[in-house]
């Protein structure tokens, strides 16, 4: 990446009935944050929220910028990974911003993964009764996928993202130069999301995915592209059922009701949520076989999509199934005992449907 030329910022526009904000991608955009948010937001000062790892890489250089354009950003670190994702740590958070005498003028930047945008934007909701959210996402999959459609979240001991709020950020800032840093397995999740965009809404990018060159998956123009075609799928989705109504929102959890339930019964160790949700892909394609016509020659075609970024597509000998079963139980898309599952009759299409058998699922997890 670094033999190559910087690449030019692209903007996407997101709009929604009741939201409008533009999401920047390029390169160097770090060092000009300070610039960039002085044309969205009219308060001075702000949360600058990020977790031990990322401080360490691009805090300052962001704290530097927006002092340099006239913001006052007060610097909230809290400890990288999932278990900073708590009402206790959002307390927190919401104590150290009262202290610093942020008000309802000020605006809140999450500087981060998904855990970062996730609990930022619930800060942001929250604080004041909701000030505006920057969020400048730092792994591919925070990219892609979690800074875009409002959804802000913490997890109890009970289950994940069950204590949460919609909150559309005001400004989204990709700067593709941080993902230099992310390390191989991380990047790498970042595209079970991005399949399962292809899968569900986008067969011309399944195939442009499918001719990618393993050297060329950092390459600037390259992912700038590709950044910006999933930022555009997954905001089409929401800006139809913002808040997960009417049933069309559900396509984006496509591979996620099985892909939660090992992330869970792994006790959140042993899979990074894009690997969990590489194996859910994989069983919900066998269940799409089964109840949606689905070409087993499709279902083919994405394991060996998944294979090819180094995603996991069968469970581990060892791997305590059982647990899986239990743990499907708890996910949110049982609502009142009925199962509400994600299909896909071919690739770029999905749809929501109650007639998957639990017994389905469990064929499915069998063939993993
Ligand atoms: N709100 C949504 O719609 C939505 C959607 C998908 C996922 N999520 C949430 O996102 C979270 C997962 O996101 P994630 O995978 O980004 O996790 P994460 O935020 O924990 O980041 C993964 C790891 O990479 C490190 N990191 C981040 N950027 C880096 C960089 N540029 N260089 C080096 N290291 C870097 C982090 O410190 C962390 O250790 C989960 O909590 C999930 O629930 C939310
Ligand atoms: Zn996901």
New binding site residues.
Partial sequence: MDSVSPVSVTVAEIHGATYRYPVLVGSGLIDQVGRRVLKFIRGKTCALLT????EL??ARRVNRSLTSAGFKPTLITIP???KS?TLKQVGAICEQMIIAGLDRQSFVIGL???????IS?FVAAIYHRGIPHIQIP??L??MV??S??G???VNTAEG??LIGAVHQPSLVIDDLN??K???RR?FN?GFA?IIKHAIIADAKMFKTLQSWKARSSRQPLALQSLIKRNIKIKAAVVARDERDRSGERAILNFGHTVGHAIERAGNYRKF???EALSLGIVAACAVSIKRAGLAPGQRDAVIDLLQRFDLPTRMPKNFPREKIFKALKFDKKFEAGKIRFVVTPRIGAAFLTTDVTLEDIRDAVGEL
């Avoid at 977790?51 to 990322?54: A, E």
């Avoid at 981060?112 to 996730?118: E, K, S």
């Fill in positions: 977790d031990s790892n990322v890489l691009f990288a990974g999932e994702k981060g993964g998904g855990v970062i945008g996730d934007g730092t792994s999959l925070a996928d979690s875009i459609g959804k802000t979240a994940k993202n941080v993902l840093t992310l390390p991380e999740q999301e990074l949520h894009g």
